[in-house]
């Protein structure tokens, strides 16, 4: 899906400020935390991994912020979560400077290939150790340009869209057969929230998946838009509107608190019965 933004792009410049925060957190109930959470810079000549906060303009380069959700026994899951960010951090930039030295592809056609090469990655491991047996993850990726956000999606983590001039939209589908039943108009939203077999999934990274069709897609943005990358955990605590009351409102309980403490906190009181993460970045105005 492409949805531009109200003027052209290209205006925007190297000074375009973004401000992120980031925070995962393992939930009320479970003993280890099989999210996993990346922020880096790169241009085709360095690659930078970027804090749980901080803001920054493009004159150093583009920006990557990523979800992970992995699965698998005797912590496959959080190992495959980890495989899945640590392989953009070093595939991405080569794949990016290797596009920069020859005919350019499309953004799109380079995500997918990246998430091809992540697939491969983590299924090649999970053949080499018994333990490791079709482990897998989610995978959900924003990748931030002068003007433009590429994004490409594979699970139920989610890549979540704050227009400046209101209101959300979820950009990425999620791959499970109750998200299929609610595309198809079979289940409401709310529905679908509380449906037993919400989190089974129809693709992941791994999982025994001979091959996988990722979900790319483009939003043009303009200061004062935001976007949201989060896994499941949070959205099981908090249905879109639940979302879009804490980040624009912000309680008075989490004054102080910056946007991902906020939105992981009010989920993990809502429901903490999963891992969590929240990746927020903001384009300053």
């Known amino acids: 899906m492409e949805a531009q933004a109200p003027y052209d792009p290209h205006q925007h ?70 495989i899945a960010v640590e392989k953009i951090t070093e595939l991405f930039p080569r794949a990016f400077q290797m596009d ?17 090469r992540i697939h491969k990655e983590v299924g090649r491991m999970g053949q080499a150790y018994e333990e490791c047996a079709k482990m897998g993850a989610t995978l959900s990726l924003c990748w931030f340009r002068p003007g433009w956000m590429h994004f490409c999606h594979i699970g139920d983590s989610r890549v979540y869209y704050f227009p400046k001039a209101g209101g959300i939209k979820q950009l990425t589908t999620d791959h499970t057969h109750v998200g299929w039943l609610v595309r198809t108009g079979q289940l409401s939203t709310a529905q679908a929230r509380f449906h037993p077999a919400r989190n089974q999934l129809s693709q992941a990274i791994g999982a025994g998946n001979n091959t996988i069709d990722p979900e790319p897609g483009a939003v043009g943005y303009e200061p004062g838009d935001s976007f949201l990358i989060c896994s499941d955990g949070i959205t099981d605590g908090l249905s879109d509107n639940g979302l879009l009351h804490v980040y624009r409102d912000r309680p008075e309980r989490f004054a102080g608190k910056n946007p991902a403490e906020a939105l992981l906190h009010e989920a993990m009181e809502e429901s903490g019965r999963d891992n969590l993460t929240a990746v927020v970045v903001e384009v300053l105005e």
């Open 13 to 82: 410049s190297d000074k375009t400020v973004l401000r992120w925060s980031a925070l995962t957190h393992p939930g009320r109930f479970r003993q280890n935390n099989e999210d996993a959470f990346l922020a880096l810079t790169f241009d085709a000549n360095y690659v930078q991994r970027l804090g749980k906060t901080g803001e920054s303009n493009f004159e150093r380069g583009d920006f990557v912020f990523a979800v992970s959700d992995g699965m698998g026994g005797h912590n496959a899951g959080e190992f495959a979560s980890r």
């Open 100 to 116: 920069a030295n020859r005919m350019r592809r499309g953004a799109a056609d380079l995500l997918t290939e990246l998430f091809e």
